[in-house]
């Protein structure tokens, strides 16, 4: 059996920045045996319904801007990225709500400080330090084969 972090949204949680979820059924019956580990360190930092946030590319590195307040929002969610891998273990599979400033994988949008878009190719805060520790990581949409 495998253990599998998977965004909570992907499970129905209405752990989204609008407060809904992101349910993906196909996606969980792909999953079925496995022991699924939901996370979601925006609503645990900021909780949902919130204002969105952005990936900014500053000088020394990328950071989640909020949208309405420009407020910085990175250390709460590496925080808890680290906190969530050192409490759970050995993971074998990360899958990351694509496009989240947090999950997304190979698909969150990183702009500079005027708003324009560098790369839509990027990691998420979250994803990111699940590489760094060498976890496979997929969006859910690759996993899925609909991308």
Known sequence: MRRVAISACLLGEKCRYDGESNHAQALLEMLEGDELI???PEDS?????RPTMDLIQTQCSIEAVCNES?????EPIRIYARNFFDQHGKIDLFIGKDRSPSCGVCS???YDGEKNLLTSGAAGLMAQEAMDRKILAIDAE??????
């Open 38 to 40: 939901p996370f979601c």
């Open 45 to 49: 930092a900021f909780g949902s319904p």
């Open 70 to 74: 420009r407020e910085l929002r990175s």
């Open 108 to 110: 969150a949008r990183v």
């Open 142 to 147: 690759k996993f899925e084969g609909r991308e």
